[in-house]
């Protein structure tokens, strides 16, 4: 079947199986390989996309379920404030390590701070505890989460 899918703000034409996960069609067939292939059930997060804004497990959604759903991968994740802000925090406070976890935990970490700007430490950690990272960089995905918080005016582009 033919899908047409709105990823990153583009439609992407996709031939598939119903049944075929997001995760698949966004790395196999559209070559968008920034979202990545974790445990397959949904457990880790490193294939968390954005479906209409929320985070979703890209592994666990079937394309014929999308419809008309914007989709936002990481590599359409700074086209917003939010996410521009968030992957520098990232930069600044040195979150990677292996980095292979870090797609799906910028992922998590856009949407929760999208829906609430100023998360409470049990936000945080209610909406990043099914986002694993072997690295165990925790410390420092929550501190990176808190300086974006913690900014009360948009970083603006070319400032310092």
Request: charged share 20%; with cysteine; net charge negative.
């Amino acid at each position: 079947m033919t899908y047409d899918l709105v990823v990153n703000g583009a439609i992407q034409r996709v031939e598939a199986d119903p049944d075929t996960p997001l995760l698949w069609a966004l790395r196999d067939i559209l070559g968008m390989i920034g979202t990545k292939f974790g445990c397959g059930a949904g457990l880790c997060g490193c294939c968390t996309v954005h479906i209409d804004g929320a985070a979703t497990r890209a592994c666990q959604t079937p394309i014929d379920s999308l419809g008309s759903s914007r989709i936002t991968t990481i590599e359409g994740v700074a086209a917003s404030e939010t996410g521009r802000r968030v992957q520098q925090a990232w930069l600044d406070m040195e979150v990677v390590q292996c980095g292979y976890c870090q797609p799906g935990q910028i992922m998590a970490a856009t949407a929760l701070l999208s829906e609430n700007p100023h998360p409470t430490d049990d936000d945080i950690d209610a909406a990043m505890s099914g986002n694993l990272c072997r690295c165990g960089t925790y410390n420092r995905i929550k501190d990176a989460i808190r300086q974006v918080a913690a900014r009360r005016h948009p970083v603006r582009e070319g400032r310092q």
